[in-house]
């Protein structure tokens, strides 16, 4: 496998970058891994995923969201907690939606698989609920443009909605009072915080951020996986997600927890047990999606 650097500079914005991974042979599909809240893209056992998605033919890009707290310098550290407090899921999806349509701008890569074969976005927990919203964006822009659409979306311990996971009572009447909900990095030890226009951007937008919408308006393959033993997002979104999807799949994952086996930092040089049976139950939800095109 080959990895290489990604940039996507945007006007008047912060440019996204990432990382590809490249198979050494011919080149099956394109995906996209989005992580979720409080990570990044080197985050765990991210990498090695990508190695072994490479493996078995297909190209996959990391990304890190521009505002998760991290710095092109510093890619695995919460040194910008300013642009931590002041990120969207807004901001997320729109960041999400343009990586994918770039991916099927002409020339993008170096062969017509970018923009011409399958393409497919994974999101892990925060970005499993980002994945469904910018994967139906991004599908309905492309195919409005006469372009192939975006052909899957799959959600590892994804979140259904957004609007349960801000505080309630008399949290965010504190949140309101002061402008900031403040959350802990336990890995790091940091106070993180929320601007209190993290809520007011949502509610604004909520129409636009509901996850229930984009499942259900999106026409390609859907997949959820989820663990049974997952204590930050319970088994009940993945279900909903399937429920609401109109090709939907649910992977149950016995006594899998939130991450899969993974922790950062990882320093086996090859993936935890679930999280690699998780990536080999992907492949051939991807590789079935190819056989039926």
Known sequence: MKMMPFLLERSHERPIHGKWHFPEGPVKGTVLFLHGYKGYMDWGAWNH??????SQGWRLLRINFTHNGTTPEAPDSFDDLEAFASNTYRREKEEATSVL??????????????????LAVIGHSRGGGIACLA???????LRNSGQRGVDAIVTWAGVADFASRFPHG????????????????????QRLHHNWSFLQDFEAHEDALTIETAVRRFNGRFMAAHGTADSAVSLDHAERLVEWAQQGELCTM??????FGAKEPWT???LPAELEALTQTTLRFLEEGRAVQ
Do not use: C, F, Y
């Not at 349509?101 to 399958?118: C, H, I, K, N, V």
């Not at 994967?135 to 822009?141: C, K, S, T």
């Open 268 to 270: 086996d040089p090859a």
């Open 254 to 259: 016995a006594g899998a927890g939130h991450t």
């Open 49 to 54: 995923m990508g190695n072994r998605m490479a």
């Open 101 to 118: 349509s770039a991916l099927r701008a002409s020339g993008a890569m170096p062969d017509a698989m970018a923009t011409e074969g399958p």
């Open 170 to 189: 008399k949290d965010r009447e504190e949140w309101q009072k002061t402008g900031r909900w403040e959350v802990i990095n336990h890995r790091t030890r």
């Open 135 to 141: 994967g139906e964006d991004a599908d309905r822009i």
